[in-house]
């Protein structure tokens, strides 16, 4: 062992006499576990919470959509449909035709928005089928005493009172125009699917019908709204879509899930830097500990400082033997930190500790995702900022004059 490790260690244990510090080292261990336990555990409760919101979203959601600037039906889908399939990156596309409706059930009413959409390809570039609880998605193309298939989220389910193959009846804002103004085009659906995608919004205000059974109730004839898109990486998104834009032309329109859901995302990376930041504070504070303990330990070891530079010490060793002295209270409480942080993390995610509303938060529990790199860089974090905190008392008991400090003793 090289002197100054040696050195280094026999100063965080003092004397009987000098146990304030000891006490003071305990303090600055304690401090930085606490510190680096907390911020990896909120980082990562943080990025829990922003993958998991990602993952309803896109779960419900695709990760393009296409549709015409001025909002028009897209006539030549078809056409349009295998540009989009050409482009590279584009693992499934679907046409749906999307409008407000009402639908009346045996309880109540509810305004809910509708996608009419072919089940096959839908299922690609959604997959609905992993959010379905109760009855087929499929089952939207068939008919049952000459009513189509319709499926609705959990909630909406409930708020109009009805179960898997109960009837509902679908009312639309316009329809023929007779002597007492517009009567509401009305039709009866059996609800073949309950879907529950884990988020309120969708649960309570979408359902699914089949394409064509949307195209004869609207009387649109052979027409899309626009085109659900799922692509091979989430994150080149914004560049497939460009892509599309231009090989479709105006007046063409292509949104990416990020840039449709801008605000939410960068309102949570805002929040996590934040928070990022103010509990690194935690880790500074505790880092003034190692302060005061290495400036108290070399008021302490005037005597010993003086024999050593006697003795043909130089003023780096001696520096080094109090940075080291911080530095192996630093590397204790960092390495403690991440062992409970791992701890806490892992207690978190298997069981559920603290309970959620889900209508607000989308979730039941609190989530958390155990990211290496968090670790990594809190740990980095902690080891500069122990250093930088011994340093200045390392270089002042370094420079202390040897003949004084023996003639003062």
Request: with cysteine; aromatic share 10%.
């Amino acid at each position: 062992m090289k002197i100054e490790n040696f050195i280094a260690l026999r100063y965080i244990k003092s004397k009987k006499e000098t146990r304030a510090i000891s006490f003071i080292s305990a303090i600055a261990v304690i401090g930085i576990i606490l510190g680096v336990a907390t911020l990896i555990v909120v980082t990562n409760v943080f990025t829990g919470f922003e993958n998991n919101l990602k993952e309803k979203i896109l779960g419900a959601n695709s990760h393009i959509i296409v549709n015409r600037v001025d909002v028009s039906n897209i006539d030549n889908w078809r056409e349009a449909e295998e540009k989009i399939r050409s482009v590279k990156g584009v693992k499934a596309v679907s046409p749906f035709i999307f409008s407000q409706v009402l639908l009346t059930g045996p309880n109540n009413v509810s305004g809910v928005m509708l996608r009419g959409v072919i089940p096959e390809k839908e299922s690609e570039a959604i997959n609905i089928k992993q959010f379905i609880t109760t009855g087929n998605f499929e089952h939207i193309k068939h008919y049952y005493d000459n009513k189509s298939g319709i499926v609705l989220g959990k909630d909406l389910a409930l708020t109009l009172g009805v179960r898997l193959y109960d009837e509902v009846v679908m009312v639309a804002p316009f329809g023929k125009k007779g002597p007492f103004g517009f009567t509401p085009k009305m039709q009866k659906f059996n609800v073949v699917g309950i879907f529950d995608s884990g988020m309120f919004d969708y649960n309570s205000g979408l359902a699914f019908i089949d394409i064509k059974a949307a195209q004869q109730f609207f009387d649109y004839g052979d027409v899309v709204s626009a085109f659900s898109i799922k692509v091979d990486d989430i994150d080149n998104a914004p560049k497939i879509a460009k892509t599309i834009a231009d090989k479709l032309d105006f007046p063409f329109w292509a949104r990416d899930w990020l840039s449709m859901n801008k605000n939410l995302f960068s309102a949570l990376e805002l929040e996590k830097s934040a928070m990022f930041i103010v509990l690194t504070l935690i880790v500074i504070v505790a880092s003034f500990n190692i302060v005061s303990l290495i400036t108290m330990t070399v008021k302490d070891k005037k005597r010993d400082i003086a024999i050593l530079r006697a003795m043909g010490a130089s003023e780096k060793i001696i520096q080094r033997i109090f940075i080291k002295q911080g530095m192996i209270i630093g590397l204790a409480g960092t390495l403690i930190g991440d062992i409970l942080a791992y701890v806490i993390c892992v207690v978190i995610k298997k069981y559920k500790i603290i309970s959620l509303p889900k209508d607000i938060y989308f979730m039941d529990r609190i989530p958390v995702e155990i990211v290496p790199e968090v670790f990594l860089i809190v740990t980095a974090a902690a080891i500069i900022i122990t250093y930088l905190s011994a340093l200045y008392p390392a270089k002042q008991g370094a420079r202390m004059d040897p003949i004084a400090a023996l003639r003062n003793d």
